[in-house]
């Protein structure tokens, strides 16, 4: 059963506190992304990463981290430094020699305690 | 700043008729042009892409997309209750793999 699974779909987050959220494939995905999305606005790019050991960062990177040690695994860290991080947050893939074709995982939400 | 610009809506129609949506782009470098349906409270899904000039048919679906003019547009035929949702466009920038997206264009298919 192939996908792109994100874990939890809700999080909780207290205030000074890091919190990771979970995203794997296993597609055979080489590039992966991570987006927000705020009520109203478009999705922009947190930080994506096209081989392992490798990332870069997107429009909005402050206050985030990720780590690309798996092909098949890109977790994202929020952290205390991001002061406004609720927001839905979508992880996507693509296949290989289709990078620009993106598929989404269910999306975690994150509210703010 | 390369943008992608979309009516937000919300757009409606009524059952059966041809939906209409439309999106511009800001950067003449971009090749490929995505739509994504996305259901309240779900993640986007992709639905079509286009990256030559012209239409192109998938069902009740066709995207056209016209350089010249930096449009691109996807039209539904026969629209039906279920394709009530936000319709997100995206274009890649320029030389990259990297996606802009639109802010989304909310669409009501009244039964």
Known sequence: ???ITQ??????RKEGQNVTLSCEQNLNHDAMYWYRQDPGQGLRLIYYSQIVNDFQKGDIAEGYSVSREKKESFPLTVTSA????????????SPPGQSETQYFGPGTRLLVL | ???VEQNSGPL???EGAIASLNCT???RGSQSFFWYRQYSGKSPELIMFIYSNGDKEDGRFTAQLNKASQYVSLLIRDSQPSDS????????QGGSEKLVFGKGTKLTVNP
Do not use: I
């Open chain 1, 1 to 3: 059963d192939g996908g």
């Open chain 1, 7 to 12: 874990s939890p779909k809700y999080l909780f």
């Open chain 1, 82 to 93: 991001q002061k406004n991080p609720t927001a839905f947050y979508l992880c996507a893939s």
């Open chain 2, 1 to 3: 700043q390369k943008e």
């Open chain 2, 12 to 14: 409606s129609v009524p």
């Open chain 2, 25 to 27: 782009y800001s950067d």
């Open chain 2, 85 to 92: 949702a936000t319709y997100l466009c995206a274009g890649t």
